[in-house]
C-alpha cells in the first residue's frame, strides 16, 4: 500500500482504522511480537510491574451547546479537546483486594490534549494538569499553583507560554468547555525501535455521560466508577500509525484477522451515545 493514496495522511504520517473480532486479536496480537515489541510507557512515574493490564479513560471537553461535536461532523476543520488518565490493574493481585484500587496504579495528573485539523493538517498539543484543577480551568480559567508548577516541571521558561495558549482556547467559544462524554477501554500497543511504526488494540471500548463531581475527586477514573455504558464496542479497534508505506508483514497480518478498515471517531461516538439526534440537530452516524 503505497501511503501517497491513503486520504487520512497528515505530514508525512498515515493513520489508519480497523475493526478486528474478538476471535482474531489474540492470534494477530501473537503475531505482531515477532516484528514489533509490545511498547510501554517508560518515563517518569512509570508503573514498572510486570503483567499489567493497561487502561485508558478519556474524558471529551465540549460547550453545552456541542459546538466541537457539531464541528467534527460538519467540516475537517475541526478541533478535540481531551484529558486522559492511564492506570494499570495488575490481576494477580485481584484474589488479595478488598477494593479497586488496591490492585491499580494510576497518576492523579490529567493529559490534556488540543487536537485539531487545520488545512490539511493535524496539530496536537499535550500538557499535564492536576485532575481536581481541569474543570475550573476550562469552565473559569482558574490558573492553581499546582498547575503552574506542573508546567514549570514540563517546559521550564515556556509555561506561561502554553498556559496562556489553553486560554486563548477558551475564549474561542460563548460557552464554557465541560466534560460532554467518556471513552473507557484497555489498550495494547507495539512500536518498533525507530517510532515509525505503531500499532494499537483497544478492546472493550465503551461510551459513559459524565457526572457533576467526575473530576472533582483524585480517584482513579475507572470504567467501574463511570455508570452505565451508553454503548459498547464488541470488536477491537485495530489502529495504525505510520511513516512510509504499509510493511508487508503487517498486510498480511491484517488479511489474515480479516481486519475491516473503517471510519471511526471515539469522540463521535462517545458524543452520539450520550445525546441523542433531537438534542444535536443531527442524523447518528453510526
Request: with cysteine.
Amino acid at each position: 500500500m503505497n501511503v501517497a493514496s491513503v486520504p487520512s495522511i497528515t505530514h508525512d504520517r498515515v493513520e489508519l482504522k480497523f475493526k478486528v473480532s474478538a476471535a482474531h486479536a489474540s492470534v494477530f496480537a501473537r503475531g505482531l511480537t515477532a516484528h514489533v515489541a509490545e511498547h510501554r510507557f517508560e518515563g517518569k512515574g512509570a508503573n514498572r510491574l510486570p503483567r499489567a493490564r493497561h487502561y485508558v479513560t478519556t474524558v471529551y471537553f465540549d460547550t453545552p451547546s456541542l459546538d466541537l461535536y457539531r464541528a467534527v461532523r460538519g467540516s475537517e476543520e475541526n478541533l478535540k479537546v481531551r484529558a486522559r488518565e492511564y492506570y494499570d490493574v495488575h490481576p494477580e493481585l485481584l484474589e488479595l483486594a478488598t477494593h479497586a484500587n488496591q490492585v491499580v496504579r494510576y497518576s492523579p495528573v490529567l493529559w490534556v490534549e488540543v487536537k485539531g485539523k487545520h488545512q490539511g493538517r493535524t496539530y496536537k498539543r499535550r500538557i499535564g494538569i492536576p485532575k481536581t484543577d481541569v474543570s475550573a480551568f476550562f469552565e473559569r480559567g482558574e490558573v492553581s499553583e499546582a498547575m503552574h508548577a506542573l508546567q514549570v516541571d514540563q517546559r521550564g521558561k515556556k509555561a506561561d507560554d502554553v498556559i496562556a495558549e489553553l486560554l486563548d482556547l477558551r475564549a474561542r467559544y460563548a460557552e464554557a468547555l465541560r466534560p460532554s462524554c467518556i471513552v473507557n477501554y484497555r489498550r495494547t500497543a507495539f512500536q518498533n525501535p525507530a517510532g515509525t511504526v505503531r500499532i494499537t488494540l483497544d478492546q472493550r471500548l465503551a461510551c459513559f455521560a459524565p457526572t457533576d463531581e467526575l473530576l472533582m475527586q483524585p480517584k482513579p477514573l475507572l470504567r467501574e466508577y463511570l455508570g452505565r455504558a451508553r454503548y459498547e464496542e464488541p470488536a477491537f479497534i485495530l489502529e495504525v500509525k505510520l511513516t512510509g508505506d504499509l510493511p508487508g508483514w503487517l498486510e498480511q497480518l491484517m488479511q489474515s484477522a480479516h481486519a475491516e478498515q473503517f471510519a471511526f471517531s471515539k469522540f463521535v461516538t462517545a458524543s452520539e451515545s450520550v445525546y441523542d439526534s433531537q438534542q444535536t440537530g443531527l442524523p447518528p452516524t453510526k
